[in-house]
C-alpha cells in the first residue's frame, strides 16, 4: 500500500551510510516513521522543521514502510542567525516526534505546529510557542482550562492553576495555597496581552508540568531544556 500526503520533518537518525529513519509528521495521517534512501540532493534538506511533499509505500500497512520526498520549503534554514527560534523549533519537534502516537491525525495540531514555524520569523515566536505546547497538551486529552475558576466560575483575576486538575483559579481562591499552585500569566487567557520574558517563563514552566506528569512520564527532552536556557539568556541580553 502506499499514500501521499504534506509534512514536517520532526527527527532523522541515519541507518547505516545510505538510509536514515525519519519521523514525519503528516497532515492527514499524523506521525509516521519510514526509511529514507540517502544521496547527495537529499541531506542537505533533510532536517528538522523541513516542510515535504511525501510519498509513503509499504507491502503491509503494518511495516515501517520506504519514504520518498520532495522538498517544498526549508523551514529550518532562516533560523540559522537566530538561536532562540531554532531551539523552539527544535523542541516543538522533539515534543512532538516523542509525545504524537503513531499514526494517528492530529490536523488541529498540525496547524498549530506550521503556524508557529511562520511566526518563528517575528517578534511573537515564544508566545507563540507557549500555545504550540498548550495545543499539544490539549489535542492529546490533557487541555488545561484556563478561562474561568474552578470554585468561583469567575472568569477574572485568574492568577495560578491547580497541579493536579489543570484548572484555572482566582486569586481571593488561591491566596491560602499559592505555594502548592503553578502560577497563571494572563497571555494565556487574555490573547491581547504581549507577555514579559518571565510571564514566557511562567507559562512554560506550567505546560512543562502537565507535559512531564502526564504527556511524556518522563523528564523533558534536553531540547526543551535548550530552549529554557536560551530564554535566560535572550532575558539578560
Known amino acids: 500500500m502506499e499514500w501521499q500526503d504534506e509534512g514536517i520533518i520532526l527527527h532523522t537518525q541515519l541507518l547505516g551510510e545510505r538510509k536514515q529513519l525519519v519521523s514525519l509528521f503528516t497532515v ?6 519510514g526509511v529514507l534512501a540517502r544521496s547527495k540532493k537529499t541531506t ?22 520506504q519514504w520518498t520526498f520532495e ?3 526549508s523551514s529550518s534554514a532562516f533560523l540559522l542567525e537566530t538561536p532562540g527560534p531554532l531551539a523552539a523549533l527544535v523542541s516543538a519537534a522533539t515534543l512532538c516526534h516523542l509525545g504524537l502516537p503513531e499514526r494517528h491525525s ?31 497538551l490539549e489535542e492529546l486529552g490533557y487541555g488545561l482550562d484556563l478561562t474561568v475558576c474552578a470554585v468561583t466560575g469567575t472568569t477574572e483575576n485568574l492568577v495560578a492553576v491547580s497541579p493536579r486538575t489543570g484548572r484555572a483559579v482566582c486569586a481571593e481562591v ?55 536556557n536560551r530564554l535566560e539568556k535572550e532575558k539578560a541580553a
Open 174 to 228: 488561591a491566596r491560602p495555597y499559592r505555594d502548592r499552585l503553578l502560577p497563571l500569566p494572563g497571555f494565556l487567557y487574555d490573547l491581547e496581552l504581549t507577555p514579559s520574558f518571565t510571564e514566557i517563563a511562567q507559562a512554560l514552566a506550567l505546560t512543562g508540568y502537565f507535559l512531564e506528569r502526564h504527556l511524556l512520564g518522563r523528564d523533558l527532552p534536553p531540547a526543551r531544556s535548550r530552549l529554557i
Open 106 to 136: 492530529y490536523p488541529s495540531l498540525f496547524k498549530t505546529f506550521k503556524t508557529l514555524i511562520q511566526e518563528l520569523q517575528t517578534f511573537h515566536w515564544l508566545k507563540s510557542y507557549a500555545f504550540f505546547e498548550v495545543s499539544l
Open 44 to 65: 542537505p534538506w533533510i532536517q528538522c522543521g523541513g516542510y515535504v511533499k511525501a510519498r509513503w509505500g509499504a507491502r503491509l500497512e503494518s511495516h515501517m514502510g
Open 28 to 33: 492527514e495521517h499524523g506521525r509516521h516513521v
Open 71 to 73: 522538498p517544498l520549503s
